[in-house]
């Protein structure tokens, strides 16, 4: 069974750091690209990021960029997001996703999200 | 506002059918694939098509999508109250390089 389970979300204050990690089981990780989506509170999904399945690859929205870091570890079957200067607009629901919304295949499979609240 | 366009809501009856349109441009949707997202607030969101029309194992054919140039429409037959949710539309950029999704549309079954 695919699993994917979230952690690190929490309380941050402007202009802090967070990092975001995606454990990955039921599936080989290393052979699917990951991604991280966002929904802040009241609105849609939002893409931020995605890594290829070796990870030489990366790409983000420009809303993050420079500012967020996506990365994995293909030996511990784990996605990141380091997520640095924050600000009050990154208070959001983020979720890791099996897949890329740029792959046929589409995001395949979500987990359940980590809410992160950036405020003093 | 969101690369791709869709309706903010849309509603329909029991048992009927309803389509929900998803606009982009030449270099989103007339460039690649397009998927569809169902998402009920405060669970993970569900792929419910992929490559335009195709459907993940244990979606039923109740849910279908297709892509002409640069829109695509996802379908939903034989409504029932546990279709209500935020539906999204998704795609890969090639100019800008980034995913976008469309800005969700939420079905009602009255």
Same mark, same amino acid.
């Given at each position: 069974e695919v699993q994917l389970l979230e952690s690190g979300g929490g309380l941050v204050q402007p202009g802090g750091s967070q990092? %975001? &990690?995606?454990?990955?089981? @039921?599936?080989?990780? *290393? $052979?699917?690209?990951?991604? =991280?989506?966002?929904?802040?509170?009241? /609105?849609?999904?939002? +893409?931020? $990021? &995605?890594?290829?399945? *070796?990870?030489? /690859?990366?790409?983000?929205?420009? *809303?993050? /960029?420079?500012?967020f870091t996506i990365s994995r570890d293909n030996s511990r079957n784990t996605l990141y997001l380091q997520m640095n200067s924050l600000r009050a607009e990154d208070t959001a629901v983020y979720f890791c996703a099996? #897949?890329?919304?740029?792959?046929?295949?589409?995001?395949?499979? +979500? @987990?359940?999200g980590t809410l992160v609240t950036v405020s003093s | 506002q969101s690369v791709l366009t869709q309706p903010p809501s849309v509603s329909a009856a029991p048992g009927q059918k309803v389509t929900i349109s998803c606009? #982009?441009? $030449?270099?989103?949707?007339? /460039?690649?694939?397009? $998927? =569809?997202?169902?998402? %009920?607030?405060?669970?993970a969101p569900k792929l419910l098509i992929y490559d335009n029309n195709k459907r993940p194992s244990g979606i039923p054919d109740r849910f279908s999508g297709?892509? *002409?140039?640069? &829109?695509?429409? %996802?379908?939903?037959?034989? %409504?029932?109250?546990?279709?209500?949710?935020?539906?999204?539309?998704?795609? +890969?950029d090639t100019s800008l390089s980034a995913g976008v999704f469309g800005g969700g549309t939420k079905l009602t079954v009255l």
């Open positions: 990092r %975001l &990690s995606c454990a990955a089981s @039921g599936f080989t990780f *290393s $052979s699917y690209a990951m991604t =991280w989506v966002r929904q802040a509170p009241g /609105k849609g999904l939002e +893409w931020v $990021s &995605s890594i290829t399945e *070796s990870g030489d /690859k990366t790409y983000y929205a420009d *809303s993050v /960029k420079g500012r099996k #897949g890329g919304v740029g792959r046929v295949q589409g995001l395949i499979y +979500w @987990g359940q | 606009s #982009g441009s $030449s270099s989103n949707i007339g /460039k690649n694939s397009v $998927s =569809w997202y169902q998402h %009920l607030p405060g669970t297709s892509k *002409s140039g640069t &829109s695509a429409t %996802l379908g939903i037959t034989g %409504l029932q109250t546990g279709d209500e949710a935020d539906y999204y539309c998704g795609a +890969w």
